[in-house]
Nanobody, 123 residues
Framework: QVPLVESGGGLVQAGGSLRLSCAASGRTFSSYNMGWFRQAPGKEREFVAAISWSTAYADSVKGRFTISRDNAKNTVYLQMNSLKPEDTAVYYC???????????????????WGQGTQVTVSS
């Protein structure tokens, strides 16, 4: 088990910023691929960003969101700038414990999930 706890969500106006954090437990956190996904009401969960030896982003967030990690703190972050109303969703942190040649961007590739944190962007 890899417990994941997200924090940092909230209500922000369009154009504003938020930083999400995801704290993980486990002594091998640095070996995990970590991802952020989001799910808006009535929509399927979608990939946002991932980090392992490199990073990957959904086209809809490139240039606005930045994923990073602090292995000493077992924490992954998602800095979200220039937020838009369409970014409104529940954001989930996920851990992929497998070794992969290509960074994981599909939800099915991730084994452990946090409980989610709500991000609401008002227009």
């Amino acid at each position: 088990q890899v417990p994941l706890v997200e924090s940092g969500g909230g209500l922000v106006q369009a154009g504003g910023s938020l930083r999400l954090s995801c704290a993980a437990s486990g002594r091998t956190f640095s070996s995990y691929n970590m991802g952020w996904f989001r799910q808006a009401p009535g929509k399927e969960r979608e990939f946002v960003a991932a980090i392992s030896w490199s990073t990957a982003y959904a086209d809809s967030v490139k240039g606005r969101f930045t994923i990073s990690r602090d292995n000493a703190k077992n924490t992954v972050y998602l800095q979200m700038n220039s937020l838009k109303p369409e970014d409104t969703a529940v954001y989930y942190c996920a851990a992929d414990t497998h070794r992969r040649a290509v960074i994981a961007v599909d939800a099915i590739q991730y084994t452990y999930w946090g409980q989610g944190t709500q991000v609401t962007v008002s227009s």
